[in-house]
């Protein structure tokens, strides 16, 4: 049994093909799958129960998956702090941003970070806020990018603020609201809009402030990317709220106009609270200096100092 063994096995389970595992280890599938039956003659159990359409994991393999985790997670903390004896930052940067941040610029943030440390790599990932929150507290990213309503922390992660911004809404050109400069969230009444799905962070947003002023709408469109909501709009099928940055891939197709009183967004970077990487810490030296706050299940809780959570 080797770390290259555990690592296919972590790789087959998290993404149930062979195939795909075999893409992102940079292997031939045949090799890999030579390599995971090799592991299971000397277990002597099978790890996964394969068919021509899917693979899952057995009893025996998910009770296998949670040493192997901790024992490749051990392997990168031990080569980390070798190479961070001598100055280096090494290892994979696992980052999780939201598809509609814009308080950082993603792609300069990872460039600075390369340059700084090109023995890193990044491995970027998006999703919405509250999938990327609980990878960061189950340990598998290391820093993400959040939206949230304004009455809402991150739980059980360390954070700090990037920027916090109205909403506004986003209305096709030849709409008759498009010309006005400022709207109460009463006039877009009986609207068809477009948003993201029900339950999720950003949708909570705009869900809380109708809520708030007592006015129902008609969702009619649900989509997890804002660039197809911005697509609908500028389709002259909808409207829709979202963060001024976001509002302006839409034009000249669509017309951003400022809502009195509207929703506000508050957007966080991430960090597990308790041991960061490395690479978590020198990224977010990138991104600026570090006021961290520390929120749990009981509230609120100021973090000991950066020390403990930047390093």
């Known amino acids: 049994m080797d770390l290259q063994q555990l690592k296919y096995v972590v790789e087959v389970a998290s993404s149930s093909s062979f195939t795909r595992a075999a893409e992102r280890c940079f292997v031939t599938q045949s090799a890999l799958s030579h390599q995971i039956a090799a592991l299971e ?28 985790r901790a024992a490749l997670a051990a392997a990168d903390q031990a080569r980390e702090a070798a190479a961070a004896a001598a100055g280096r930052v ?76 109205r909403l506004v809404a986003v209305v096709p050109s030849t709409h008759r609201l498009a010309r006005r400069e400022h709207l109460a969230l009463e006039d877009l009444a009986g609207e068809v809009f477009a948003d993201f799905p029900a339950g999720t962070s950003g949708r909570a947003q705009s869900d809380a402030a109708f809520g708030v002023a007592g006015v129902l709408r008609d969702v009619s469109f649900e989509a997890d990317s804002a660039e197809l909501i911005l697509g609908l709009v500028s389709a002259g099928l909808a409207i829709t709220l979202l963060a001024p940055g976001v509002a302006a891939a839409a034009a000249p197709h669509a017309v951003a106009v400022e809502i009195v009183g509207g929703p506000v967004r508050v957007e966080y970077v991430a960090w597990d609270a308790r041991s960061p990487r490395a690479v978590a810490t020198a990224f977010l030296r990138v991104i600026g200096p570090m006021t961290p706050r520390v929120e749990d299940e009981a509230g609120p809780e100021e973090s000991s100092g950066p020390a403990s959570s930047e390093s």
């Open 41 to 68: 003659r000397e277990l002597g159990q099978r790890l996964f129960v394969r068919s021509s359409r899917s693979v899952r994991t057995t009893e025996a393999g998910e009770a296998f998956l949670v040493h192997a």
């Open 90 to 165: 090494v290892g994979t940067l696992r980052l999780g941003v939201i598809p509609t941040v814009t308080a950082v610029s993603v792609p300069d943030a990872i460039s600075r970070f390369r340059a700084e440390h090109p023995e890193a790599r990044v491995q970027l990932s998006m999703g919405n806020s509250d999938a990327l929150a609980a990878a960061v507290r189950r340990g598998e990213l290391d820093v993400a990018m959040l939206g949230l309503h304004e009455d809402v922390r991150p739980s059980g992660v360390a954070s700090r603020e990037l920027a916090r911004e």
